[in-house]
């Protein structure tokens, strides 16, 4: 057999390329009555920095009037790596510096962990020469004298441990260093040692952003990460999604509408109850590049560490997804639950590695049911992870709850006050997977469904009635049990069409329904969870075929040809939606061979 005769000898009349042109085809209507989120496989948010070398090694930098002492006591983190800075004797500045650093026109921030060992005061100053500086008391963790235009906070963070912050917006031009100045009162500099009272230094960090974020640590070179930034495509907009961390093209993006029933998805601050934990707040960049990522620490108590939210006036015979992004801190496991809200008999749990962004187990009690799990890397070591179950049960609300998880089966662990992990994005939703990301403030929020379609003369000057083919690759979410998601649709009404769509089993197929009157169901090969998937069908007056991922085609010859006016891309006649991305659809104005449809979808 030729080539010739392997693949199609006659052009498309319609090809719609939407992962390589990523735009929509002039003669396609797209409605979305809403946002929605979206990667552009290009766009990234600074997210860790820290321009300082040795960040928690003060024995490198510039001593002056001082002397280092390595790993000398516990660290906030509760590594034994803290240093102690101590003055000498001189009548003198006495300093520790790391630098130099050319200040260019931004908004910089500086930080440093400090703990009283003699002396109470220290001085921070984030760029020298720029009036970029604050004194801290240590004794009372509140804040002296700051330069004009420079914000000062102290946080308190156990054990007698501060984290001194600046931020200032800088003019620039200026060349010189980061230094940590010991001192005896506020507003003082110089003064005569007594060679034995110092400070504990750890965890300086100096960035170029207008606040501070989660402590980053470097060893002998500075750092700067970014994350693949989650955009927002406004109401109507299409959205042409990619893989955030290879930046593969993955097509038109089709959802069906989905509400995020979580409040407050962003602050855990609020809404969420605590159970022997708290939240640092907005200290940490995010999926979608803004300062809005909170940490939850843990207690100091042996116990479960966790947030958590009910949401009441739920159906729990449908299926509910729980998801949230995480990132590793001082944890590294995480575990979601999804439970009635009273009595707590009926739940499920799922637990995951966020190292290596796996699930480690599930578990269930009750009768309740694991319907999925899922686990999403996003980039810079975030993951979305996802658990879905449909609890059953009399009650009329579910739970859900984020725990801190040690990498065993208890829902327990031993706390410290603070070690934990970074959160951002929660989101329970009716349905049997996940969608994309619907933030939520005081209210839930709804994202309308995508609706493609081709009508009119923008229809009817590419089809032809009497015969075609027509083929797509694509994907989709996770297999569900809803009804059958179509890829694309040819039709007049959903008792009048001909396409391709998938079985509630994830079987690829072909179908055609005339004046409501089923003549084929073509099952013709297994959904791939690699992508994409291609599918092709053709249709005559005579036979209707189709393959899928190189299957032999299934045929039947006992049909009737329905009367169609419009093009439904990615649900069928607005319901039975895809609920994932269409690479590419193709339009033959020809009933092409069964080799040839087997050779498209190869």
Same mark, same amino acid.
């Given at each position: 057999m030729t080539i010739s005769t392997l693949y199609p000898d006659t052009d498309p009349s319609l090809l719609l390329d939407f992962a390589k042109v990523k735009a929509l085809d002039p003669r396609i209507t797209f409605t979305r009555a809403s946002e929605g989120r979206y990667y552009d496989g290009k766009t990234t948010a600074k997210a860790e920095e820290n321009l300082l070398t040795n960040s928690q090694d003060f024995a490198p930098w510039s001593q002056g009037g001082t002397s280092t002492s !390595?790993?000398?006591?516990?660290? *906030?983190?509760?590594?034994?790596?803290?240093?102690?800075?101590?003055?000498?004797?001189?009548?003198?500045?006495?300093?520790?510096?790391?630098? *130099?650093?050319? /200040?260019?026109?931004?908004?910089?921030? !500086?930080?440093?962990?400090? $703990?009283?060992?003699?002396?109470?005061?220290?001085? &921070?100053?984030?760029?020298?020469?720029?009036?970029?500086?604050?004194?801290?008391?240590?004794?009372?963790?509140?804040?002296?004298? /700051?330069?004009?235009?420079?914000? +000062?906070?102290?946080?308190?963070?156990?054990?007698?441990?501060?984290?001194?912050?600046?931020? $200032?917006?800088?003019?620039?031009? +200026?060349?010189?260093?980061?230094?940590? #100045? &010991?001192?005896?009162?506020?507003?003082?500099?110089? #003064?005569?040692?007594?060679?034995?009272?110092?400070?504990?230094?750890?965890?300086?960090? &100096?960035?170029?952003?207008?606040?501070?974020?989660?402590?980053?640590?470097?060893?002998?070179?500075?750092?700067?990460? #970014?994350?693949?930034?989650?955009?927002? +495509?406004?109401?109507?907009?299409?959205?042409?999604?990619?893989?955030?961390?290879?930046?593969?093209? @993955?097509? &038109?993006l089709i959802e069906e509408q989905r509400a995020n029933l979580l409040l407050q998805s962003e602050d855990f601050s609020t809404t969420w109850q605590n159970v022997n934990s708290s939240e640092i707040t907005n200290i940490i960049v995010t999926p979608n590049g803004t300062l809005t990522g909170d940490k939850l620490v843990s207690a100091n108590v042996t116990g479960e560490n966790s947030f958590n939210q009910g949401v009441v006036s739920t159906t729990n015979t449908n299926a509910y997804t729980f998801s949230v992004y995480c990132k590793a801190a001082e944890f590294t496991n995480v575990r979601l639950v999804l439970s009635e809200t009273s009595p707590f008999t009926r739940y499920i749990y799922a637990d995951f590695n966020l190292s290596t962004g796996t699930l480690v187990r599930t578990g269930t009690n009750g009768g309740a049911v694991v319907?999925?799990?899922?686990?999403?890397?996003?980039?810079?070591?975030?993951?979305?992870?996802?658990?879905?179950?449909? @609890?059953?049960?009399?009650?009329?609300?579910?739970?859900? $709850?984020?725990?801190?998880?040690?990498?065993?089966?208890?829902?327990?662990?031993?706390?410290?006050?603070?070690?934990?992990?970074?959160?951002?994005?929660?989101q329970l939703e009716v349905g049997a997977f996940a969608t994309s990301y619907i933030p939520t403030v005081a209210s839930q929020v709804t994202r309308s469904a995508d609706a493609a379609s081709m009508t009119g003369t923008n229809f009817s000057s590419w089809y032809r009635q009497d015969e075609g083919t027509i083929y797509a690759s694509f994907n989709r979410k996770l297999a569900s049990t809803a009804a059958f998601p179509s890829i694309v649709s040819i039709e007049s009404s959903s008792s009048n069409r001909w396409g391709l769509l998938l079985t509630?089993?994830?079987?690829?197929?072909?179908?055609? !329904?005339?004046?409501?009157?089923?003549?084929?169901?073509?099952?013709?090969?297994?959904?791939?969870?690699?992508?994409?998937?291609?599918?092709?069908?053709?249709?005559s007056a005579t036979s209707a075929n189709a393959s899928g991922n190189g299957s032999t085609p299934t045929s039947d010859t006992s049909l009737i040809v329905p009367v169609v006016n419009k093009a439904q891309i990615g649900n069928v006649n607005n319901t039975g939606y895809l609920n994932g991305h269409i690479y590419k659809i193709a339009y033959y104005p020809k009933r092409l061979t069964n080799a040839q449809l087997q050779a498209l979808t190869k």
């Open positions: !390595a790993n000398s006591t516990t660290a *906030p983190d509760g590594t034994s790596t803290a240093d102690l800075v101590t003055e000498n004797g001189n009548n003198s500045v006495h300093i520790v510096s790391i630098g *130099p650093f050319v /200040a260019g026109t931004n908004s910089w921030s !500086a930080s440093v962990y400090a $703990k009283a060992n003699g002396r109470n005061w220290i001085l &921070l100053e984030g760029i020298a020469s720029n009036n970029f500086y604050a004194w801290f008391d240590l004794s009372t963790g509140s804040v002296g004298t /700051a330069a004009s235009g420079t914000t +000062a906070t102290i946080e308190s963070v156990g054990n007698s441990w501060y984290r001194c912050k600046i931020s $200032k917006a800088i003019s620039g031009g +200026a060349t010189s260093s980061f230094r940590v #100045y &010991l001192a005896n009162a506020d507003n003082v500099t110089s #003064y005569a040692g007594d060679g034995t009272s110092g400070v504990y230094l750890w965890g300086a960090q &100096l960035e170029q952003r207008s606040a501070t974020t989660a402590y980053t640590a470097t060893t002998t070179q500075p750092i700067t990460n #970014y994350v693949p930034q989650l955009l927002t +495509a406004a109401s109507g907009v299409a959205r042409f999604d990619h893989n955030p961390v290879t930046g593969e093209s @993955l097509g &038109l319907n999925s799990t899922f686990v999403e890397n996003v980039g810079n070591n975030w993951y979305r992870v996802a658990i879905t179950s449909t @609890l059953g049960g009399s009650a009329s609300g579910i739970n859900t $709850k984020i725990i801190l998880n040690n990498g065993t089966d208890s829902f327990n662990v031993i706390g410290n006050g603070y070690s934990g992990i970074y959160i951002w994005g929660a509630n089993d994830d079987q690829i197929t072909g179908t055609i !329904a005339t004046n409501n009157t089923f003549y084929a169901d073509l099952r013709n090969g297994v959904y791939l969870s690699s992508s994409p998937n291609f599918s092709a069908m053709s249709l």
